[in-house]
């Protein structure tokens, strides 16, 4: 080609900046060939150009001096190559972002160009120069070209108006304040896709427009034809203002397909009204999400509902997600069941085990309010089905409806009941419950196979004894049902005093709540026994006491319990207690009987102290009613398979009783097998007849029986 492409020279400029009250920077620089047999650079009309760039749209000028004029500069070097000159620095030039390309010419062509920025400060916008001065040896040309200040046509005046709709495609800066006299309108707010008038219509097409990588989608305040999906991943939707966006259904919300997991899904501040339809929203497989949403107006009832949280073994569990703030209320139309945690694709049968997916777990409801003051659902307001265990919930307000008097405010176990459900871990820290309906009998908090704690349980409005709370009596009878509930408030049984009031619970805000179901004409319900245990030190060993409070029940159709027991088995020396406080005991219906009793060894006086009373119990007879306690050694059964041959063991006592008398009885010791207690029969005077009966294939018995007759 030509002879000087031959001997391409390369160029070196050495940057000085002469920081000068003019703001100008001195560049200078050198020629060079690419060899010692080429000519001389300053020769054969070899000259360099400066031209200033990146102003377009606007007047170049120096601040605080005037335009600039001309907008390039030519500049011959001497016969060693030398050439240098001086200019404004661009950081001294308004618009921002201009820059300098600087030719190489020869022989009338341009042989190379690069981009500098020559700065008098070290603030060049770009940071892309440093402050002179500056060694061409180790400061490059710009490898990218600056932004351009303003995208508009070239060459505008200082003062612009705009009519009607403009679009600034790309970015745009504005080098002095701008009044603008009406609405700004954009549909990408530095990514975030914006669904208001005049950009996206709807929230589904502003999602359908995302990457598949997710991203944000603002909504402006208003009604909208609610998004049916949410495809992607990392997808946020915003309301700009908090609760100011109503999306509007007649179909369920489905969020997640069931397939695959979506994992850090954000709503905030929206509405989603399902138009009184029996639909509601269904979370699917969510992982790492946030919400913060009001529910409304969905008549669906169990197992559907307003919200409903569930999982699949194909996707995942419903895993780790944070509800900040939840409410689900009418919205001036209906509501059926609000919250539903829907788990069972974990559990492969009740009583069975656990898949190790599909699960509903370890998720938080920081703030969930479910009715209001005038409405609430119609059904229940919360229910756990089986799969779902460790969420946590923290401030809980459940307002059941109109007409709603048998609803809970909280089920636990609907699917498994009376056997395993994997509803465990459950934690509360404030449940507030309350029903508008007069009459409601509930209860609130219904218990299946389950356990967990409440911290506070407040049983508010229309709260009495039999709405406090039910349990499942096949799952209470087997000891399935673990809860630990303190602090509780309301006046469960509209009585002036607590249920139960002593010492500790007065000291350490502690209630122990163990149910107290009711005879009725036809049956007996399982009666549970609270034991307590202590030890004693003689001075040469510790002895062991056992303390039972428990109770008996007769079918007289009296919906009360008939008798309360103390039992004490111990050491057969004096034993001295006192209870602190009265013991109260709130029953619904009638009245009850107290006794106290001691164990069949006692040969010796036993002094008993209460607020009330003072007496004394001497072998078996008590002052508080006649009394009379005796053993016989535990009759093995006979099955050859899990409930079959029950074994009767008969119980003489030491007097014939005279007239009606109620007995307690139970097993102690373990002499073969797993025994279970069932029950009495054949009482008459002289003696009473305890069944046991074995709980596997192998014969069973207890080392003894004891029972305890009363008058």
């Not at 760039?53 to 030398?82: A, M």
């Not at 549909?187 to 999602?207: E, H, M, W």
């Not at 245990?533 to 062991?544: E, I, K, L, P, R």
Request: overall charge negative; aromatic content about 10%; glycine content about 12%.
């Amino acid at each position: 080609m030509f002879a000087m492409m031959r001997k391409l020279t390369l160029l070196t400029l050495l940057f000085l900046s002469v920081c000068s009250l003019a703001q100008t920077v001195a560049v200078s620089g050198t020629l060079q060939t690419m060899g010692p047999s080429g000519p001389n650079p300053g020769s054969n009309n070899d000259f360099v150009v400066f031209r200033l760039k990146n102003w377009q749209g606007d007047l170049p000028r120096v601040i605080g001096v005037g335009p600039i004029d001309p907008l390039s500069y030519t500049i011959t070097p001497d016969s060693s190559g030398n050439f240098s000159t001086t200019f404004y620095g661009n950081d001294q030039i308004t618009p921002l972002h201009t820059y300098y390309v600087f030719e190489q010419w020869h022989d009338g062509k341009i042989q190379s160009s690069a981009n500098y920025q020559f700065c008098v400060n070290a603030n060049c916008t770009q940071g892309l120069a440093a402050k002179c001065p500056c060694n061409i040896n180790t400061q490059p040309p710009l490898a990218a070209s600056p932004n351009q200040a303003l995208n508009v046509a070239p060459l505008l005046t200082l003062n612009n108006i705009w009519t009607g709709t403009n679009t600034f495609n790309g970015p745009t800066i504005f080098n002095s304040s701008i009044v603008f006299n009406s609405l700004i309108n954009t549909c990408d707010l530095n990514g975030a896709l914006i669904v208001s008038a005049g950009c996206y219509s709807t929230p589904q097409l502003a999602i359908n427009a995302l990457p598949g990588s997710g991203g944000t989608v603002l909504v402006a305040p208003g009604t909208y034809s609610g998004p049916t999906s949410i495809p992607n991943s990392n997808t946020s939707i915003e309301c700009a203002t908090w609760l100011g966006c109503t999306f509007t259904y007649t179909t369920n919300l489905a969020l997640g397909n069931g397939t695959s997991i979506l994992r850090n899904i954000k709503l905030d501040g929206i509405i989603f009204d399902f138009g009184g339809t029996a639909h509601g929203i269904i979370m699917t497989s969510l992982q790492y999400s946030e919400f913060r949403i009001q529910v409304q107006n969905s008549s669906a009832v169990f197992p559907a509902a307003a919200l409903l949280l569930t999982a699949t073994n194909t996707a995942g569990s419903f895993y780790e997600n944070k509800f900040d703030w939840l409410s689900i209320q009418t919205g001036g139309g209906s509501l059926g069941t609000g919250l539903i945690l829907n788990g069972d694709q974990n559990i492969s049968g009740c009583g069975g085990t656990q898949v190790g997916a599909g699960a509903v777990f370890y998720n938080q409801f920081h703030f969930l309010t479910i009715g209001g003051q005038a409405s609430g659902p119609s059904a229940d307001a919360i229910d756990f089905t089986s799969g779902a265990d460790s969420n946590d919930f923290g401030l809980v307000s459940v307002i059941l409806g109109t007409g709603n008097t048998t609803g809970h405010a909280v089920n636990f176990g609907t699917r498994c009941p009376s056997s395993y459900g994997d509803i465990v871990f459950e934690h509360f820290f404030t449940l507030s419950a309350n029903a508008i309906q007069a009459g409601y009998t509930g209860p609130f908090i219904q218990y299946g196979d389950s356990e967990g704690a409440i911290d506070n349980y407040v049983c508010g409005t229309n709260c009495s004894g039999s709405a406090f709370q039910g349990f499942d009596p096949t799952a209470l009878a087997a000891g399935l049902i673990n809860w630990n509930v303190q602090d509780i408030g309301g006046n469960i049984y509209s009585l002036v005093n607590p249920v139960w009031d002593m010492n500790n619970a007065a000291l350490h805000n502690e209630l122990l709540m163990i149910p107290l179901p009711v005879a009725t004409a036809s049956n007996n319900y399982s009666c549970p026994v609270i034991k307590l245990n202590s030890a004693q030190w003689t001075g040469s060993a510790n002895t062991y006491s056992d303390w039972a409070l428990s109770c008996t029940l007769a079918a007289s159709g009296v919906p009360t319990f008939e008798n309360l027991n103390l039992t004490y088995q111990g050491p057969s020396s004096n034993v001295n207690f006192i209870l602190g406080t009265n013991i109260k005991l709130a029953l619904s219906g009638g009245g009850f009987n107290a006794f106290f009793s001691g164990n069949s060894s006692m040969t010796a006086s036993v002094t008993l102290t209460t607020p009330l009373k003072t007496g004394t119990l001497v072998d078996g007879s008590s002052s508080f009613g006649f009394m009379q306690a005796a053993s016989a050694s535990g009759v093995a059964t006979t099955g050859g398979a899990a409930w079959t041959g029950a074994s009767s063991s008969p119980v003489s006592w030491p007097t014939p009783f005279t007239g009606a008398y109620n007995a307690v009885c139970t097993g102690d010791g373990v002499a073969s097998g797993v025994p279970i207690y069932q029950g009495t029969t054949g009482q008459v005077a002289g003696g009473i007849t305890v069944i046991t009966q074995q709980a596997t294939a192998a014969t069973a018995s207890f080392s003894t029986v004891e029972c305890i007759g009363y008058q």
